[in-house]
């Protein structure tokens, strides 16, 4: 089973900026569809965007046109660049394989003035 590590969270006002990463430690991350889920207190785990191997990329309708996927292969990383956040971004994101495999430990994305 492929396992994640999330990082780059944080606490940013309205409107700013984080870039999320997902390290994957997987000989064949090229080959691998990866996720990127938010859970809200009291909220189900909700998907945000997905990119496959061939860098096809779908997403939510509440992030679209403001969030990115990304992935580089070499590094076994997929990103997440998150502009003009709201406070209803707020959440701790984590990423995961299609099919999923295990859940890291997230992080925190706190969108507060």
């Given at each position: 089973?492929?396992?994640?590590?999330?990082?780059?969270?944080?606490?940013?006002?309205?409107?700013?900026?984080?870039?999320?990463?997902?390290?994957?430690?997987?000989?064949?991350?090229?080959?691998?569809?990866?996720?990127?889920?938010?859970?809200?207190?009291?909220?189900?785990?909700?998907?945000?965007?997905?990119?496959?191997?061939?860098?096809?990329?779908?997403?939510?309708?509440?992030?679209?046109?403001?969030?990115?996927?990304?992935?580089?292969?070499?590094?076994?990383?997929?990103?997440?660049?998150?502009?003009?956040?709201?406070?209803?971004?707020?959440?701790?994101?984590?990423?995961n394989s299609d099919p999923l495999g295990s859940w890291g430990q997230g992080?925190?994305?706190?969108?507060?003035?």
């Amino acid at each position: 089973q492929v396992q994640f590590v999330e990082s780059g969270g944080g606490l940013v006002q309205p409107g700013g900026s984080l870039r999320l990463s997902c390290a994957a430690s997987t000989r064949f991350f090229s080959i691998v569809t990866v996720r990127w889920f938010r859970q809200a207190p009291g909220n189900q785990r909700d998907l945000v965007a997905t990119i496959t191997s061939g860098y096809t990329t779908n997403y939510a309708d509440s992030v679209k046109g403001r969030f990115t996927i990304s992935r580089d292969n070499a590094k076994n990383t997929v990103y997440l660049q998150m502009n003009s956040l709201k406070p209803e971004d707020t959440a701790v994101y984590y990423c995961n394989s299609d099919p999923l495999g295990s859940w890291g430990q997230g992080t925190q994305v706190t969108v507060s003035s």
